[in-house]
């Protein structure tokens, strides 16, 4: 480690504890050991809103920067490059596509050493026009910090970067979903002894939840007692509710929406499921797991690095309902396969994706680079 207080910034659009990334960030700001790091939370548009404010313990900054190609952006840009040479950043940990244009530039004209950029999923909005601006943005970083090893061999072949320059620390379990009041199955409406799979994530394309509903209505051919819970919200909800009426499955389906208390539900959960077309590193994956519940999910993105197939869940091939479904109904239908599933599941991901496990991956990146 250096012999002075690493300086490192940490650059975002902007701080909104909820999402995953702002998660992970949160989480890492508030594991750094102020007697080794001094870090500074710079958010691009908005300036972080003072409920949040407490959660970091660092001083935070906000670069109220609007359209990224404006001349008023021109400005601040090289303000920028003024206060960057000013602070004297050791790091710059650069997260989002906006920030990551506007401020790694600035960050070499000002001669930050370590400029870092974190990718933390598999880029399915990218347009070519955004990925040749990245591409020649991205020649001027030092680094890549990846969640996955799926996100790492992406950024080496669709971005160009070179792998040995691509580093992989996984999400962390920096906070358990809060339990809150435990639920039971008679308090939502449901039979005492009626399995139930879920699924947590937001009602949007990427998430295929579509898929989900289609995966309930095989489930049922085997399992007719079984229930279904969404847990999330979005613009696609008609459609979903439609969907299942059409297939005869509405009053197994349940929305619930937007949960505070995700622990207490997914304690209900005998099966979590994941049927996103792309993921980086799923966070959701990993609270299943604590919470001793077997996933199964689409073997996509990085979804392979937290189910170990067969050991703490299942994968299903990429997009493959039935097998999806079958999947379900074998753990359903297996007591003790369910609890070895449980039992091991919760062991790993303590083991690869603790704070401290994390953060001694992050400190190890530092120590290298510095």
């Known amino acids: 480690m250096a012999d002075h207080k690493l300086r490192v910034g940490f650059f975002i659009d ?188 937001s009602l949007r394309p990427v998430k295929r939840i579509d898929r989900f509903i289609d995966a309930s209505a095989l489930i049922l051919k085997s399992v007719p007692q079984a229930h279904f819970h969404i847990l999330g919200q979005g613009e696609l909800e008609s459609s979903l509710k439609a969907q299942a009426s059409m297939l005869g499955i509405a009053d197994r389906v349940h929305f619930t929406g937007q949960v505070s208390n995700v622990g207490s539900y997914l304690r209900l959960f005998d099966v979590g499921l994941l049927t996103s077309e792309s993921e980086g590193l799923s966070n959701t994956l990993m609270e299943y797991a604590v919470a001793g519940v077997p996933a199964v999910a689409f073997d996509t993105g990085g979804n392979r690095e937290v189910i170990l197939d067969g050991e703490t869940g299942f994968l299903a091939a990429d997009g493959d309902v039935n097998q999806l479904a079958a999947k379900v109904v074998a753990i359903l239908t297996d007591n003790d396969l369910k609890r070895r599933l449980s039992d091991r599941s919760r062991e790993s991901v303590r083991e690869r994706f603790a704070p401290e496990v994390i953060n001694r991956e992050l400190m190890a990146l530092f120590d290298a680079i510095s």
């Open 14 to 201: 902007a701080f909104r504890p909820g999402a995953g990334t702002e998660n992970q960030l949160r989480g890492i700001l508030r594991h750094l050991d102020p007697s080794i790091i001094e870090a500074t939370l710079i958010t691009l548009r908005e300036p972080v809103e003072e409920e949040h404010r407490s959660e970091i313990p660092w001083p935070v900054e906000c670069l109220h920067v609007g359209s990224l190609f404006s001349l008023g952006s021109v400005i601040k840009f090289f303000r920028l490059v003024g206060w960057l040479k000013e602070h004297r950043f050791d790091i710059a940990m650069i997260y989002f596509v906006d920030t990551n244009q506007f401020v790694v530039p600035a960050c070499k004209l000002a001669g930050v050493r370590n400029i870092i950029i974190n990718r933390r999923d598999m880029g399915y909005w990218y347009r070519k026009s955004m990925l040749w601006r990245l591409n020649t943005v991205n020649r001027l970083a030092d680094y890549f910090l990846v969640n996955s090893k799926a996100v790492r061999d992406l950024v080496a072949k669709r971005e160009h970067f070179p792998p040995d320059r691509i580093k992989v620390i996984y999400n962390g379990l920096w906070e358990q979903p809060p339990a809150g009041t435990a639920m039971t199955r008679e308090s939502l409406g449901l039979p005492p002894n009626a399995p139930v799979v879920g699924i947590v994530a």
